[in-house]
């Protein structure tokens, strides 16, 4: 049975830092692109990060740019979201997801993670 599971979140206060973890069973990680998505209540779903099957390209969207950090370990079928400054803003459900592409709609889904940053 394919599946996806989420890790790391928790709540953190403003500036700090937390590293969120995919880790998949039941297929190799390391035939597929993995994003990160994320979505508060009452907001839109937003693509916050993605790593191509290689690890040789990476995207991220504005607003997290320059403070997470996309990477992945095939060997232990692993992909990591390091978030460093964290705002309020950033306060969400995080959920990561597997696809052929990273420009393709994902195919798999994790649970999700939630990350709470609050003062």
Known sequence: QLQLVESGGGLVQ???SLRLSCAASGFTLDYYAIGWFRQAP?????A???ISRSGGSTHYADSVKGRFTISRDN????VYLQM???KPEDTAAY??????RCI???DYWGQGTQVTVSS
């Open 84 to 86: 460093t400054s964290l």
């Open 42 to 46: 009452g907001k839109e779903r937003e």
């Open 104 to 106: 393709d709609l994902p």
């Open 75 to 78: 060997a232990k079928n692993t």
């Open 14 to 16: 403003p500036g700090g």
């Open 95 to 100: 959920y990561c997801a597997a696809g052929r």
């Open 48 to 50: 916050v990060s993605c």
